[in-house]
């Protein structure tokens, strides 16, 4: 096994519209304001599966930035390093949002499977494998979270995640989804989640 310690990191496809996401949330235009998140109750455990899940999505990007041999361009590349920083800014968002709910970084690791980003084609199917997951729990979300601003807050980040799917999706030749993506409740996205990470005493 891989193991990825979220700590060791401090640091879309087609049209300009996805390469320039890669920079991160869209900032708001002048004079716009986007009210801060202020999550209630069930809010609070969409986001904490969010830090979670963008860790976890944000380390198999710096895996696969990392990974010599792996057959990426250096365009590629450098891409994947820039949605890697910019998932990192929008965990601290995330985390600043749970104030004193977020979870410690130290409380998961992320581990992949051995050779999961050895080959570019692997490294874009889990990626998109998480994006997806992302992209389905925001979808609940936003139809069922209380705070109106926690909703706009999770529909932005399920914006540039989707952006980040059809890059992956690009990159690895796949056709473009004929139905549409539906939500996920958090239970069963915890579950697929679980494969990808560890605690810190884990023996396993």
């Known amino acids: ?7 060791e990191f401090l640091r879309l496809g087609a049209g300009g519209l996805i390469v320039a996401a890669a920079g991160g949330l869209v900032p708001a235009t002048a004079g716009a304001q986007v009210p801060v998140p202020t999550p209630k109750d069930d ?3 969409f986001l904490t599966f969010a830090t979670t899940a963008e ?3 944000r380390d198999i990007y710096r895996a696969a930035y990392k990974q010599a041999g792996a057959g990426f361009t250096a365009s590629e590349r450098r891409h994947l390093n820039k949605v890697a920083s910019a998932k990192r800014a929008h ?3 995330i985390d ?3 104030g004193a709910d977020a979870p410690l970084t130290s409380d998961f690791q992320t581990v992949l499977p051995k050779g999961a980003v050895r080959t570019k084609a692997k ?3 889990l990626a998109a494998r998480l994006e997806t997951l992302l992209v389905r729990v925001y979808l609940n979300g936003i139809g069922y979270a209380e705070d109106g601003a926690t909703r706009l807050f999770m ?9 980040s799917l059809a890059w992956l999706n690009l990159k690895a030749d796949k056709q473009v989804p004929s139905g549409l993506l539906s939500p996920i409740d958090l ?5 697929a989640l679980d494969a990808y990470l560890s605690t810190p005493d884990d023996p396993n």
Do not use: H, Q, V
Not at 155 to 161: F, K, N
């Open 91 to 93: 965990i601290m968002r």
């Open 155 to 163: 529909g932005r980040l399920m914006a540039y995640d989707t952006e």
């Open 123 to 125: 490294a874009l199917a």
């Open 96 to 98: 600043a949002a749970l």
């Open 1 to 7: 096994m891989i193991e990825l310690d979220r700590g």
């Open 187 to 191: 239970e069963p996205a915890g579950d």
């Open 55 to 57: 860790r976890a999505s």
């Open 43 to 45: 809010d609070i455990s």
